[in-house]
């Protein structure tokens, strides 16, 4: 029976992100379903059909009323995303390299690129559909959490992982099927990863220059909230300014004694 509503408060999860981070848009919920009948099941979710992982996570960043949007696995047109998310079989022309021939110098290099990538489908279909929407809108009990960020902002919440007991973000990052590869990373491992949003994220996902990904497992939201309160002392965003020194200027464009009487 799919879990529609989700026991932890992830509406107020993603206010005390937002607010530690301020964050420019939604959190975003990722659930992955074994049967594409749960869709149905999804609370106000609109199903597409001719759609991408990173066109979906676009919808939840910025549709807030209308951001809860899901996908059978027939309805992905992105074969590195399907793979990544586990809604098929990686292909033999995708996990053998000829698909990266685009990005890399020869089949050997393109293969190198598929089996260090997060790839939930490397050796079977594990799912059917996947659902994405606002995190606040608690329609959602996620997987994984995505958050689009600044650089400062993904600082912020490498500090706040880190709080508990000191874990280390170690991300794989090879340029291709960003989020994707993130979304399978953070659920095989459990763990945060930070990523460069690829070129199908800027193109189809509306993804802007300054923007970094982080994803991470739901079981971690906790520790990241709580990581958040704990440094914010300290490791506030926007960082602080250190400002406890005189200032200097020239000669010239500083008030003379005179004109000060």
Not at 4 to 24: F, P
Request: with cysteine.
């Amino acid at each position: 029976m799919l879990p529609v509503v989700s026991q932890m408060d992830w509406k107020r999860i993603a206010g005390e992100i937002r607010r530690y981070c301020n964050l420019a848009s939604a959190p975003v919920a990722v659930k992955l379903l074994e049967q594409a009948k749960d869709l149905s099941a999804i609370e106000g979710l609109r199903q597409l059909q001719d759609t991408a992982p990173c066109h979906m996570a676009a919808y939840a960043r910025y549709y807030k009323d209308d951001g809860v949007v899901g996908a059978s696995a027939e309805g992905m047109k992105c074969v590195w995303g399907a793979a990544c998310t586990g809604l098929m079989r990686s292909p033999d022309r995708l996990s053998e390299g000829e698909l990266a021939w685009r990005y890399a110098k020869d089949a050997e290099a393109g293969r190198h690129i598929q089996e260090v990538m997060g790839v939930l489908g490397a050796r079977e279909k594990l799912f059917d559909a996947m659902a994405m929407g606002p995190l606040d809108a608690a329609a959602l009990d996620p997987d994984v959490v995505v958050l689009y960020v600044t650089p400062a902002q993904a600082l912020r919440l490498v500090i706040a992982y880190a709080f508990e007991s000191g874990d280390e973000v170690r991300s794989v990052i090879t340029g291709q099927s960003s989020l994707c590869s993130s979304i399978a990373h953070a659920y095989q491992e459990r763990n945060l990863v930070v990523d460069l949003p690829c070129v199908g994220d800027r193109m189809f996902g509306l993804v802007q220059e300054q923007e970094m990904l982080v994803a991470f497992h739901h079981s971690r939201a906790e520790q990241l909230v709580e990581g958040l309160r704990a440094t914010e002392s300290f490791s506030s965003h926007p960082f602080k300014p250190f400002l406890r020194w005189q200032v200097i200027f020239a000669p010239d464009m500083e008030p003379r004694r005179t004109e000060l009487e």
